[in-house]
């Protein structure tokens, strides 16, 4: 079996907001509540697993995406989100 990332925990000091945030951006549902998590689950299948936390350190999320859709979601993100453009000529979230 090949090894892959399933998901990962997103701390967020009130999920359902940031993660209906996040999937406003990206064009994605929220799925719905598994336990206490608020996931938002990518193309790829790995989820992101919005919990609250008191305390919220920075983390980094990067998003590949293709000229179409990073136009599409550039006319969705508002100026909330910081957009990166790496050296290899790869457009990305963070």
């Known amino acids: ?3 892959e990332l399933n998901h990962t925990i997103v701390p967020a000091h ?6 209906q945030f996040l999937a406003d951006i990206l064009g994605l549902p929220v ?4 336990a206490h998590f608020t996931p938002v689950t990518l ?3 790995v989820s992101l ?3 609250h936390h008191d305390h919220v350190d920075e983390h980094h999320y990067a998003f590949q995406l293709s000229e179409e859709e990073f136009d599409g979601h550039r006319r969705r ?4 989100t910081r957009l990166t453009i790496p050296s290899k000529g790869v457009r990305s979230w963070q």
């Open 14 to 19: 009130d999920p359902q907001a940031s993660a």
């Open 77 to 80: 993100r508002r100026g909330r």
């Open 43 to 45: 193309a790829n299948g």
């Open 31 to 34: 799925d719905p509540p598994v």
């Open 49 to 51: 697993d919005f919990d």
């Open 1 to 3: 079996m090949a090894v």
